[in-house]
């Protein structure tokens, strides 16, 4: 029994991580995955049964999971981002969600026919609408900031608050309803908000004075964050049922904002739980189901979602955005995007325990909805959203665009000779004299340090997809190596030696894993392009033909060309760096710096 147990816990974990490849690979939410897996492990080949896996332990874990969650959701909201659309967020956090709710209750009613405390319990429960599959449909669907940023603020906010209407609705219910129970309820909703508020901002303060003065070692940061949003979650459940989420989503975001206090490397941990976490509770709760329910819903179910994807949403927005300054196409994208995820499908299935425990009828039928319109949502919107946000002109480009660190001849030769190409480029210098010969090229250019608080609100990255480090000082590449490296991801950042790496003592060398990937050779340094170009180097594309292929360029040019990059067919570039080897076949395009005598690019 004992391994059978293990061999079940370390097959979810396998396949929760076979899931989330799978969906990077397709560039598809994970839930799609996920949710098939449970499906397929629960009630199709009847291989897992959580409740009998996890016994008691079922629910605690999801509310101590969906807690981490919310409080890495917390971690990304920085008020800065939110400047110029407040209203819209506020709004959406207020008058919208009373909106959906009521438009979702009355269409559960009249269409299900559920009863009326079951139907506001449902409509509570769709007001959220789930962070964890918002970000990664952001990552595809590349809408304009302003979409991306409400979509976020909202996804993140709305779940803390779609938990206390829930509880809103369920304290109503168990209370009999009338006037009295009426009373009750808007008491217990008020001690709910301000348990979570106050034990949120308590929380997020000291911990945020413990960061900033350095009472903690950096090695304990991880695990004791994680103890205290453990420890916060279940104090204020203790002292006001419920208020716990609203809790642990105000102390994140009360430390993202505090002036002082580094949450990255906290943030980086949190972000792999969280993914871990969504994997197992999508599976677990999806093996959960059973196709009966899904039968005793019947058809009329889909008009339930219809009625939520296209009357709900669009008039939560509608009236959420009067008197914005969003364009009337990214209200059309905002109405569209709103999927359900997992704590959703966590609310659903503890208050149908709950309800089906004091012996109230249909509430069964809850949880099996939900998933329904967790699917409708995810699917509908994820296969859709990107061709949409195109069609209506609110998508960013494809990010192949270079982030160059550096705005000196180096850096400016190889700019021009990438944008020549058609792949946008932004420099980037604190030296005012580099940055202004850059304008004079042609070349956008910031002013300033590209790790400072400054370019994260006026540093333009729309197109941008990598970083090349091309300044002579190695403290200032590594420092973007770094900063960038969660931006763009490791693959994508990249630096230029300026000494050769051979010569370098081994108790001087940056670790490889804070250098980012080496550009162009093991000798090539600041100096020695900088020597080339002095010399009259000149950068040159060379088209690779079948008559020209890649071994002629290399005889033809020997050691009067230095590869640079290679250009694909579809227009995309590959970085020549010493980790990586690159194979370019006839079609590709070869970009290289080649010395007086070299290689013509006619070739």
């Given amino acids: 029994m004992v391994e059978n147990i293990l061999y079940l816990l370390a097959g979810i974990f396998v396949l929760c991580s076979l899931c989330q490849w799978l969906a990077w690979r397709s560039r598809l939410p994970a839930i799609i995955f996920l949710l098939t897996a449970g499906i397929l492990l629960g009630p199709v080949f009847r291989l897992l049964n959580p409740d009998q896996l996890l016994g008691n332990l079922l629910f605690p874990f999801v509310s101590l999971s969906v807690a981490v969650i919310l409080f890495e959701g917390g971690l990304t909201l920085r008020f800065r981002d939110i400047v110029g659309i407040e209203a819209v967020v506020r709004n959406l956090v207020s008058l919208g969600i009373l909106v959906t709710g009521l438009t979702t209750a009355l269409a559960t009613r009249y269409v299900l026919n559920f009863p009326w405390g079951t139907s506001f319990l449902f409509g509570a429960i769709m007001v959220v609408t789930g962070p964890t599959v918002i970000m990664p449909m952001l990552q595809t669907v590349r809408p304009t900031p302003a979409v991306a940023k409400v979509l976020r603020w909202e996804g993140i906010l709305n779940d803390p608050i779609g938990a206390a209407l829930a509880v809103l609705v369920y304290e109503f219910i168990i209370s009999g309803g009338g006037q009295q129970a009426l009373g009750h309820t808007f008491q217990v909703f008020g001690q709910i908000v301000l348990t979570g508020s106050l034990l949120g901002v308590l929380g997020g303060y000291f911990f945020g004075l413990t ?19 453990f420890g916060a979650f279940a104090l204020s459940n203790w002292i006001q049922h419920e208020s716990g989420l609203i809790t642990v989503t105000v102390m994140g975001i009360w430390l993202a904002n505090m002036e002082g206090v580094e949450v990255e490397g906290i943030l980086n941990f949190k972000n792999t739980l969280s993914i871990l976490l969504i994997s197992v509770l999508f599976v677990v709760l999806a093996a959960r189901m059973e196709f009966a329910a899904f039968q005793d819903l019947g058809w009329a179910a889909v008009w339930v979602f219809l009625a939520i994807q296209f009357v709900s949403r669009p008039a939560c927005v509608m009236l959420s955005t009067v008197g914005s300054k969003l364009s009337w196409p990214e209200r059309h994208l905002l109405s569209w995007i709103a ?38 949502t995810v699917l509908l919107q994820s296969l859709t959203a990107r061709p949409l946000a195109l069609w209506l002109g609110v998508a960013e480009p494809e990010p192949k665009g270079f982030l160059v660190i550096g705005a000196n001849e180096v850096a400016r030769t190889i700019a021009k000779a990438l944008r020549q190409n058609d792949f946008p480029v932004v420099l980037t210098d604190t030296d005012w004299d580099k940055i202004a010969k850059a304008k004079l090229d042609g070349l956008p250019a910031y002013f300033g340090n590209p790790i400072s608080e400054h370019a994260e609100r006026h540093l333009d990255l729309v197109g941008i997809g990598r970083m090349l480090a091309l300044t002579s000082r190695e403290n200032f590449n590594v420092a973007a190596v770094m900063h960038f490296r969660m931006e763009f991801g490791p693959a994508n950042v990249f630096v230029l030696q300026s000494k050769e790496d051979e010569k370098v ?99």
């Fill in 211 to 229: 960061l900033r003065n350095h009472w903690l070692p950096e090695f304990l940061h991880n695990v004791t964050v994680l103890s205290l949003v």
């Fill in 505 to 603: 003592s081994e108790k001087y060398k940056v670790t490889s894993r804070r250098r980012g990937l080496t550009l162009f050779g093991k000798e090539v340094t600041y100096a020695a392009l900088s020597e080339m170009l002095a010399q009259g180097a000149e950068i040159r594309t060379t088209k690779l033909t079948e008559t020209f292929t890649f071994n002629d360029f290399l005889e033809k040019t020997g050691q009067k060309a230095l590869l640079l990059f290679a250009l694909d067919p579809k227009g995309r570039a590959q970085v020549f760096t010493v980790e990586r080897q690159i194979a370019p076949a006839v079609g590709w395009s070869i970009i290289s710096l080649v010395k007086t005598g070299g290689a013509d690019s006619s070739a």
């Fill in 339 to 376: 999927p359900r995820g997992i704590v959703a499908a966590a609310i659903s299935a503890l208050f149908a325990l709950r309800l089906e425990q004091m012996g109230m009828a249909g509430v069964s039928l809850l949880i099996p909805l939900t998933f329904m319109v967790i699917i409708g």
